[in-house]
């Protein structure tokens, strides 16, 4: 190795002497050579200033001092840009591990807090979830009762990424894990919050709605820990109206009690929820407001729930250039009969 860069040393002398008492650009076609030769025997810059240095010493020993300084930094800046350079491949291989490790952990996102979407006699369902990234920061989950009544979770933590992830798979098993006479929402949220409150990190915060539709009353049941409120659909005065909830966010307070609110609805009705990722849609650099959003579905509202939502959604990626900024649920409850 010694040898060759003696070699390759002797010859950019050469060339660069010949450079200098002739200015011919030939002498620079012959850099190109020894330059491959630098590249294959893996010379790092800093070494190729140092011989550039070495051969200006020998070529014109009476060099200015100026340029013997500013040739020394030069070659202080390279030895920080070959180390730089060093890490690149280190730093791709961990970025594609990352990348890897992301990936597996979103397929288990899927698989982890998976849920069907039911059948309700006289209900008709809509609901679109897209993560702005691989993971999805949103949540929702369908529990389908022996009654055939229906609890409805929607949710959205303060904080993405895995962290997120693992705190809704925890969220969804502690549901699964209530008996079915225990699906008042009041009751989830704060059965849920105490799940939170005791293994959460305070500094992420998770915001949910729980509704507990039941058919025979034709009614539903809404409490929640300080999510985007919801809104009604009143088909008879073709209005809506803002679902008015208060409630504290999961895992600030473990004797938070919440309320719990009664929604009648009558055929043709519709219940609106929904995350923030819905509500704070860009257009360029304004954020829409919520009328917009009430507007759009509304134009969307003659067709079948599921395809409403989906349009809806269709329309505010267009509207942001299909760059989600941020997470985007909406579910519709419509009763049809």
Not at 119 to 140: C, F
Not at 170 to 176: E, L, N, R, T
């Amino acid at each position: 190795m010694e040898e060759v860069i003696d070699n390759s040393a002797a010859n950019y002398k050469e060339l660069l002497k010949h450079y200098l008492e002739s200015q011919d650009e030939q002498a620079l076609y012959g850099v190109e050579k020894v330059s491959k030769s630098f590249i294959k025997n893996e010379i790092l810059p800093e070494e190729i200033i140092n011989l550039h240095i070495q051969a200006m010493g020998e070529i014109n020993p009476n060099l200015k001092a100026d340029y013997k300084h500013s040739m020394n930094f030069l070659l202080e800046a390279m030895i920080f840009y070959g180390l730089a350079m060093q890490e690149i491949p280190l730093l791709k291989e961990e970025k594609h591990v990352l990348k890897s490790e992301i990936s597996v952990a979103a397929s288990m996102q899927k698989t982890l807090l998976g849920t069907t979407k039911p059948t309700i006699e006289g209900l008709d369902i809509g609901i679109i979830s897209v993560p702005a990234h691989q993971m999805n920061g949103d949540y929702h989950h369908f529990i389908k009762g022996k009654d055939g009544s229906l609890g409805i979770a929607i949710a959205d933590v303060v904080g993405k990424g895995i962290p997120a992830a693992l705190c809704m798979s925890m969220i969804k098993y502690a549901m699964d894990s209530y008996p079915e006479e225990s699906m008042s929402p009041k009751s989830i949220l704060k059965n849920l919050n105490r799940v939170v409150e005791r293994n959460v990190d305070p500094s992420m915060f998770i915001t949910m709605c729980y509704a507990h539709y039941k058919p025979k009353e034709s009614k539903l049941y809404l409490s929640s820990a300080g999510h985007e409120p919801g809104y009604y659909y009143h088909a008879q005065s073709d209005t809506f109206e803002e679902i008015e909830t208060k409630g504290l966010v999961l895992g600030v307070s473990p004797d938070t009690e919440y309320a719990q609110y009664e929604l009648p609805i009558n055929k043709n009705d519709m219940i609106i929820l929904l995350t923030d990722g819905v509500t704070e849609c860009r257009d360029g650099d304004r954020f829409i407001d919520s009328r917009e959003v009430l507007d759009i579905i509304k134009q969307y509202a003659d067709l079948p729930a599921q395809q409403m939502v989906e349009g809806v959604y269709k329309h505010f990626e267009k509207l942001q250039d299909f760059q989600l900024r941020d997470d985007f649920t909406l579910l519709v409850l419509r009763k049809d009969v």
